[in-house]
């Protein structure tokens, strides 16, 4: 007899957090499709949330959990006590049961908190799991281990909105909720390839686009959305505080900033804007300078102005953040809406577009060394983990938990990464594949995925979803495993179900979550909650005050410093036909997902794109010669990537996607980061081209 059910859930991939449908048959998946009361889906989904589930009954899913033979033959006292509980699985691996897992890993991490104290551990990763899971990660960290240092993928991410947003206006988050787009009349989309990164976001900016021709896009190159675009702005690489300050100096110049809401909401304009004026790097006579975007000096005052005389809104993603000025980008944003009223209220305001389908959990949830849940101050502020790994290279830090986030694969200069991970004593991780640090773990423990458990998610717009399970698993759930070892090492932690952990969410957190119950988000999983969450919950945050100390928005003037591909082209040695001095960006597409532990196992996916392939101007083909090249700089080099000529791509520039680890494209990349929070520069590296 058939079983077949239809079950509300949420997207398993990014960070908008589409409502779904899931069609079950028999305990297996047959089709997703979005809930057509969805209020964020609005019965439309992307390739990956509707064939993007192949993933869960993959025969390559870790079942059972492994632990490496090179680490029982280090450890010999362990091996004596689980050797009758393992099983020969090949050459490398023993299985065993869960339990035996955790005997393992609470022995062995006993063992080094013993012998090298706690800050001898660190937790790395919650953003691909639930909040409960991310909650009790970061407790297991700073109070099972005694460690504070606990990070997640935001610091290859979104890090600098939070450090931007947080220092200028006292919240780190999305200011509106996304149907806010069709309240607002100008809308700016700065560093974000919406259309394939955040399909479902693109879907209302592009409706509105194309009724009100009312956007303006600003990148490196021409991405999908540009053909919807009044204005399409290409933007030298690593110049987007210049083109923010740019716009700023225009609004002050022309008096087109509001000086009731400066007056009454704000503090430190007038040295604001005398630091602006002053600064011949601000005016967008500058870009007159710059060969080849000498038409930034007219078309930047054009969006300044439509910008500041509107109701607008401001969208931006990692093409913002992962610079050495990626929070100082964030702060110039925040300016911009501070300087014109364009915040605290309908249809104006500012949308970071979240990576992760829970990173904004993972951060409100305190998997951030410098944060307790609930942006708290932790007891002791711990490492970010580009310090991390330099620890682990001293060998300070000796053990480390990760919880699904392949720091092997999606993290800058991985040859030295490769040599951390590798001066461990002991590396467990919580995974759903083999992926590449699962690969170097001691042990690996299979867990559940995002459609077989219960737990909230929270979206780039602070929405909470209580998500169920469109399946049944036997694996445990991230939060279990943990709660399993801090119980072997003596610990309290007492919860039997997920309820019972976001129930002292909720209380820890109640800042944000005290009105968060489960029988609330369950009632309310159409529309979903956006935090804080007390008897209500606050779709827009600043409508009367921001969340600074006085309640009043600031003004932090970071100047623009003439570097990299600016500074080539002010010194007259950027265009050429060399085969050195071309500069790569990277970022998705939108069939694969970061690295691609999940969409590379769903056939439909994996087959529309199973390669990283490299976008070249149509000026190099004649130079490269070649449809394969090798990428190089001082920290290593690519294998051979699939070339694509393209007049979407600038002279001298590149773009990549990084979804294959075979491709080796974060090998190339070294240990620049943003200035404040060590978010890796992804989006500007310059590089050799070896045609293969």
Same mark, same amino acid.
């Given at each position: ?13 990014? =960070? ?36 993007? !589930? ?66 001898? @551990? ?63 009349? @100008? ?10 990164? &955040? ?159 829970? %990173? ?43 919880? =699904? ?20 004593? @002991? ?73 019972? %952990? ?12 005290? =009105? ?7 009632? &309310? ?16 945050? &600043? ?49 694969? !997902? ?64 990084? &979804? ?8 190339? @990349? ?23």
């Amino acid at each position: 007899m058939l079983d077949i059910q239809e079950i509300e859930s949420v997207c398993t991939y990014c =960070g908008v957090g589409c409502d779904i449908i899931g069609v079950v048959e028999n305990n297996q998946i047959q089709k997703i499709y979005a809930h057509k009361e969805g209020v964020v889906s609005q019965g439309k989904l992307c390739i990956k949330g509707k064939s993007g !589930y192949g993933f869960v009954n993959s025969p390559n899913r870790i079942n059972t959990p492994l632990v490496k033979k090179s680490f029982l033959q280090k450890n010999e006292q362990i091996f004596k006590i689980v050797k009758n509980n393992l099983k020969e699985c090949d050459e490398n691996y023993y299985s065993c049961d869960l339990d035996t897992a955790t005997t393992i890993a609470a022995m062995k991490l006993k063992e080094i908190k013993i012998n090298y104290g706690g800050k001898s @551990f660190c937790a790395i990763g919650g953003a691909r799991t639930n909040c409960e899971s991310s909650y009790i990660l970061q407790k297991f960290c700073r109070t099972t281990m005694e460690s504070p240092h606990v990070d997640n993928c935001a610091r290859v991410c979104h890090s600098p909105s939070l450090k931007g947003m947080r220092t200028t206006i006292g919240e780190g988050a999305a200011t509106n909720p996304y149907n806010d787009i069709y309240e607002c009349e @100008f809308m700016v989309v700065i560093g974000s390839n919406t259309v394939e990164a &955040h399909p479902i976001i693109a879907n209302r900016i592009v409706d509105m686009a194309k009724t009100h021709n009312n956007l303006a896009i600003i990148d490196v190159r021409n991405t999908k959305m540009s053909k919807f675009s009044k204005q399409n702005c290409i933007i030298p690489y690593e110049a987007n505080l210049m083109i923010l300050n740019m716009m700023a100096y225009v609004i002050i110049d022309e008096e087109l900033y509001d000086e009731s809401f400066l007056k009454n909401r704000t503090k430190g304009f007038e040295e604001f804007k005398e630091k602006i004026l002053n600064d011949p790097q601000a005016n967008p006579q500058f870009a007159k300078n710059i060969k080849g975007y000498e038409y930034l000096s007219k078309q930047i005052p054009n969006i300044a102005r439509e910008y500041a005389v509107k109701k607008s809104m401001i969208f931006w993603g990692l093409g913002i953040t992962e610079h050495i000025d990626g929070s100082y980008a964030v702060m110039a944003i925040t300016h911009l809406a501070l300087m014109t009223g364009n915040i605290g209220k309908s249809g104006a305001g500012l949308m970071p577009l979240r990576g992760q389908n829970n %990173v904004q959990g993972a951060c409100d949830m305190g998997c951030l060394p410098y944060f307790a849940p609930d942006y708290q101050k932790p007891e002791t502020v711990g490492l970010m983990t580009p310090q991390l790994i330099d620890e682990m290279i001293e060998g300070n830090i000796k053990a480390m938990i990760n919880v =699904g986030e392949d720091i092997a694969h999606i993290h800058p200069n991985q040859n030295k990464i490769q040599k951390a991970l590798g001066n461990l004593e @002991f590396l467990m991780v919580q995974e759903l594949f083999m992926t590449q640090v699962a690969q170097k773990a001691d042990l690996i423990i299979g867990v559940k995925s995002a459609y077989e458990k219960t737990g909230v998610y929270i979206n780039a717009m602070r929405r909470l979803h209580l998500s169920q399970p469109l399946v049944n698993s036997s694996l445990p759930d991230d939060w279990e495993v943990l709660k399993m070892i801090d119980n072997k090492m003596d610990g309290d932690f007492v919860y039997e179900t997920s309820e019972d %952990v976001w129930e002292e969410v909720t209380q820890v957190a109640h800042r944000r979550f005290s =009105g968060a119950k489960y029988y609330r988000l369950a009632r &309310h999983r159409k529309r979903g909650m956006q935090w804080p969450i007390h008897h209500e919950d606050t779709p827009i945050l &600043h409508l009367l005050d921001f969340r600074t100390d006085d309640g009043l928005g600031e003004f932090h003037y970071h100047k623009y410093q003439i570097r990299g591909m600016v500074e080539d082209i002010l010194k007259d040695n950027f265009y050429d036909n060399l085969l050195k001095g071309y500069y790569l960006t990277t970022g998705r597409t939108l069939v694969q !997902y970061n690295n691609s532990a999940q969409t590379k196992e769903s056939p439909r996916l994996q087959d529309s794109y199973n390669e990283d392939i490299l976008l070249a101007p149509l000026q190099a083909e004649k130079i490269f010669k070649s449809d394969k090249v090798v990428l190089k700089t001082i920290y290593g080099q690519t294998e051979p990537l699939s070339v694509k000529y393209t007049d979407n791509i600038r002279e001298k520039t590149l773009f990549c996607t990084f &979804h294959h680890a075979k491709s080796k494209i974060n090998h190339i @990349f070294g240990d620049e980061c943003d200035e404040l929070i060590m978010a890796a520069k992804f989006k500007s590296l310059k590089v050799e081209v070896l045609p293969q």
